[in-house]
């Protein structure tokens, strides 16, 4: 069966940054879109970036744009988020997300089948 797995989450003051990772097993890592989403307490979970699987195409949500940035290692079989001058909004438990074979990148919810148990973003500010 297919596992997310992601790692990362920590408590952060205001304007540090913190990088998250992300793993999948089961499926060919290289092959496939992947995304970031995150929930905060209350909220509906919301997309933050999404990378195809080439790695040429990047979407950012407008709340992120210019902070965060997703890079796919397909060597390492890593995605990552590096995320700096967090915010207190930025608060909330960050999900990992594989989506379609071959598939550019989306914020669309219904493009991802596969999702990890999250790891929680604190940021104080």
Sequence with gaps: QVQVVETGG???QAGGSLRLSCQIHGLVFDDYAMGWYRQAP???REA????GWSG????????VQGRFTIVRDNTAKILYLQMKDLKAEDTAMYYCAVAKIYGPAS???RDF????QGTQVTVSS
């Design 113 to 116: 089948d596969f999702w990890g």
């Design 42 to 44: 209350g909220k509906e």
């Design 10 to 12: 920590a408590l952060v």
């Design 56 to 63: 040429h195409t990047k979407l950012y949500a407008d709340s």
């Design 48 to 51: 933050v970036s999404s990378i």
């Design 107 to 109: 914020l669309h919810r």
